[in-house]
């Protein structure tokens, strides 16, 4: 069955950094985008970051929410089945719990169905990031 484990959590302090692991098993990694999102305290779930690619550099895509823009990147390690976030220059408003996400079909898709929470058919547990000094 799919599984989904994230890690790599913790406390980071304000312009800190944070590398977020997701473990993925149970289907073909490369076949399906992935996304990050997370939920703050009190507020609903926000899409992050997504990726997908056909397992060359020519067809990888990444889309970013305008508040992790050239803070975040996305990647993943095919060979690894692991997809992963890095965080750097972190804000107390990056405090949520992260959560990483297969889409419920493999095709290729533009922003505008990445953003759209409901396309998405597993999600993992989530790992809590806290940036606070």
């Known amino acids: 069955q799919v599984q989904l484990v994230e890690s790599g959590g913790g406390l980071a302090q304000p312009g800190g950094s944070l590398r977020l692991s997701c473990a993925a098993s149970g289907f073909t990694f490369t076949s399906y985008a992935m996304s990050w999102a997370r939920q703050a305290p009190g507020k609903g779930l926000e899409w992050v970051s997504g990726?997908?690619?056909?397992?060359?550099?020519?067809?990888?895509?990444?889309y970013y929410a305008d508040s992790v823009k050239g803070r975040f990147t996305i990647s993943r390690d095919n060979a690894k089945n692991t997809l992963y976030l890095q965080m750097n220059s972190l804000k107390p408003e990056d405090t949520a719990l992260y959560y990483c996400?297969?889409?419920?079909?493999?095709?290729?898709?533009?922003?505008?169905?990445?953003?759209?929470?409901?396309?998405?058919?597993?999600w993992g547990q989530g790992t809590q990031v806290t940036v606070s000094s």
């Open positions: 996400a297969k889409a419920s079909d493999p095709n290729i898709a533009t922003m505008g169905k990445f953003v759209f929470l409901g396309w998405y058919d597993y």
């Open positions: 990726f997908h690619d056909d397992g060359y550099d020519a067809g990888r895509v990444t």
